[in-house]
């Protein structure tokens, strides 16, 4: 299946930006996050486009919400900490695959290897380079995969995904009256700050890091909830998205443990938003990044075999704990604060080379599959393969399952495709 890029442009907005709002400091939690782009890819079923229209809206209505969210179309300048709004514009491409719609998505399953070229490919971000991409692939058949790229130093998943929501909003003819507008506003209640500290990714120096997609269906994970509540230690039902990522952790170190002969000690970094659950007077509608990593550690002394029951505990402990510590704080700084410790401790385990580190996120609960530009809603949303060894988690349609996206590199991918505890509870593309 190839992928050809047919055309390339800049979408700025349909309004000019007033010199008033021309920049906009980026606040001590987007000072936090790393030089790189949160993706959403959306796919379509075929839809009857008479000369080309649906491009025409996609793009018309792309340029009415650059309007609202005019932060977006502009530059950051790494140099002196700024967004500058200066309306460059978004980047927009559209390609065209030459196949069907079909033939990647089968059975609400996808071939991953074809993501990569659904989505833009960002050299080495510049003070030149958009902060956001936009990548329209339209299929023989008619059906599309609508790719959303956003800086991370811009906004989080949440923020991302109510940008994409926006954007549906206004192109299917609501028009951009019908949508909230927002705010940016996290800079008063986070001001920047010197020498902050960058979240660093695990990287393994050459690597070759391999993504598949496991599936977790709803009938699997009340299987998996039942099995972590049969030890009497269990305090409370865990939820989805604590018992699947305790389940791949718990597959992750027994790796490490065939791997090295002996269980290893590690630390489970789990995003974890904090809109609506902290002390501070946050609207709603604030634009920005607005959440924290909170860590689960696991000693790796014990050489009995590792359960299911204790690693959700370690897991479901640090996320109440986290909370319960974020609900403290009366002003920003001592919420950075936390979150800056939280950095500082997998940096000095990392740097220390005797604990595994594996990083999390989920995007479950967002309201992607709500995203209709006005030809439905989307079939399926999925992420793309990644550089960086982690494992992102989303919702599937239809189902109160989740799709894990696991990134390796190669040998331990192989380990954990072929892990006996992997199988029976996951259906692999």
Known sequence: MKVEIVSRKLIKPATPTPPHLRSLKPSSIDQLQLPIYGAFICYYHANVDENGQRSKRLEKSLSEILTLYYPIAGRYIKDKQMIVCNDEGVEYLQAQVSGKLAQLIQRDQVIVEVLTHLTPHIAMPSTSTPLAFVQVNMFECGGLAIALLISHILADGIAACTFLNAWATACRGAGVNEVIRPRFDLTSFFPPRQNIPAAV????????????????????????????????????????????????????????????????????????SLRGKTALPIPDNSFGNLYMVTNARFGGDNESKIELHELVGLLDDSIRNALADCRKPQNGDDLVSLMTNSLREVHEEREGGETDIYMFTSWCRFPLYEADFGFGKPILVSSRPKPVEMVSLNDIKDDDGIEAWVSLDERDMLLFQNHPEIKPFTSQI
Not at 213 to 224: H, M
Not at 237 to 245: C, K, L
Not at 246 to 262: E, N, P, R, Y
């Open 201 to 272: 990714l695990p990287k393994k120096p050459g690597a070759l890091i391999i993504t598949e997609r496991f599936v977790f269906d709803g009938a699997l994970i009340s299987r998996l909830k039942a099995i972590a509540c049969e030890s009497a230690l269990t305090k409370r039902q865990p939820s989805r998205v604590v018992v699947v990522t305790a389940f791949i952790w718990k597959v992750l170190i027994a790796i490490a443990q065939a791997k090295h002969g002996h269980l290893k000690p590690s630390i489970l970094c789990h995003s974890l």
